[in-house]
């Protein structure tokens, strides 16, 4: 059979996440419109006819302000150069609006002939790892209306890397998904299964615990909130009725703390609801989750705190 490790790899918001709950037919990652969802490298299995693939979902690649988005730029890397193939995903639209925003071009027409300088940084250094067979995914087709308008942005991002194949695809209405996998299973190198049949990951249940919590803030919260928010698990207690979870938001600043409880604590209440809901749907068995609240100020920029709050250099980087 083939089997081998997939790296989803790209800009922030292209659909990384997206496209691996697609894949998997799961609900698996959290996604949001708000760039920087991922924090974490995420392993999701899939199986086909003969082929067993191993997808590596990444954080979108972005210019670091804060140690932590270092740390999130280095484990997609890091994902990357050990994978046995890349999936660079993109989007036409959000594309062409970062070239318009370097060559401040104003014309009407979208200047869909030039590849994001993000993506063009990007793809150097993948370029430079190894050979490793790169997959151009284009994403988000569903959004052009007029889809002949792509063929000459296509056309730039083959010449920018020695593509082996090019799929568009929309990973939100499931288009070109399958032949996405079809193109990948031929990729990979012969080889025994390395999961057990039923495995769909490695992340232990308290992961998506402390996601699905900073995934109903991403959904539920606006402006700078969303992205000062870090989750920890304090237990976690398997039970016999109901899985029993007790989890901290970490803030930066108390005035963020004061919008994530929410007047009677109403805010607070809807964040548990849908974690709680999230999760059951998940593990199909009840949950109950108890949340607080904690400012701990500069938790992005701290080297304990990140390793505390479970993003330290394990995730795939060894450095
Ligand atoms: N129209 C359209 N929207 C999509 C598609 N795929 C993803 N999106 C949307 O794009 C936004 C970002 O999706 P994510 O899957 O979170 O993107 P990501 O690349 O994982 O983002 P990061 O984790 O921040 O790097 C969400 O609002 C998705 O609904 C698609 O095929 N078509
Ligand atoms: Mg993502």
């Known amino acids: 059979m083939r089997a081998g490790t997939i790296a989803i790899v790209g800009r922030s918001n292209v659909g990384k996440s997206t496209l691996l709950n697609q894949i998997l037919g799961e609900r698996l990652a959290i996604v949001s419109p708000l760039p920087q969802t991922t924090r974490d490298p995420l392993l999701g299995v899939v199986r086909r006819e003969g082929a067993e693939l191993a997808f590596l ?7 670091p302000k804060t140690e932590l988005g270092s740390r999130m730029n280095s484990s997609a890397m890091s994902a990357t150069e050990s994978a046995d193939v890349v999936v660079f995903v993109t989007d036409p639209i959000e594309s062409t609006k970062l070239v318009k925003k370097k060559t401040k071009r104003t014309d009407e027409i979208p200047p869909l002939d030039e590849l994001a300088p993000e993506d063009a940084a990007l793809l150097k250094s993948i370029k430079s790892l190894k050979k490793i067979p790169i997959i151009l995914a284009m994403n988000k087709v569903d959004a052009l209306r007029d ?33 996405l996998l079809e193109v990948i299973a031929g990729l990979l190198p012969e080889g025994e299964a390395a999961f057990p049949e039923d495995t769909l990951t490695d992340k232990p249940s308290s992961f998506f615990a402390r996601e699905y919590v900073r995934e109903q803030v991403l959904l539920g919260l606006r402006g700078e909130i969303p992205h000062a928010v870090a989750v920890s698990i304090d237990t976690f207690d398997e039970g016999s009725d109901k899985l029993r979870i007790a989890a901290t ?11 994530i409880v929410g007047s009677g604590g109403t805010v607070i209440k809807d964040l548990r609801l849908g974690a709680e809901k999230r999760l059951r749907q998940l593990l199909g068995r009840k949950v109950k989750l108890e949340l607080f609240v904690r400012v701990t100020p500069r938790w992005k920029e701290t080297p304990r705190m990140l390793a505390e709050l479970g993003y330290d250099r394990l995730n795939g980087d060894k450095k």
């Open 249 to 259: 938001i970490h803030v930066e600043k108390i005035g963020q703390r004061k919008i």
């Open 147 to 179: 889809k002949g308008l792509m063929l000459p942005l296509l056309q730039s991002y083959l010449n920018a890397a020695p593509f082996r194949e090019l799929v568009p695809i929309s990973a939100l209405k499931n288009d070109g998904v399958e032949r």
């Open 57 to 63: 979902d990444t954080p979108g690649i972005h210019k």
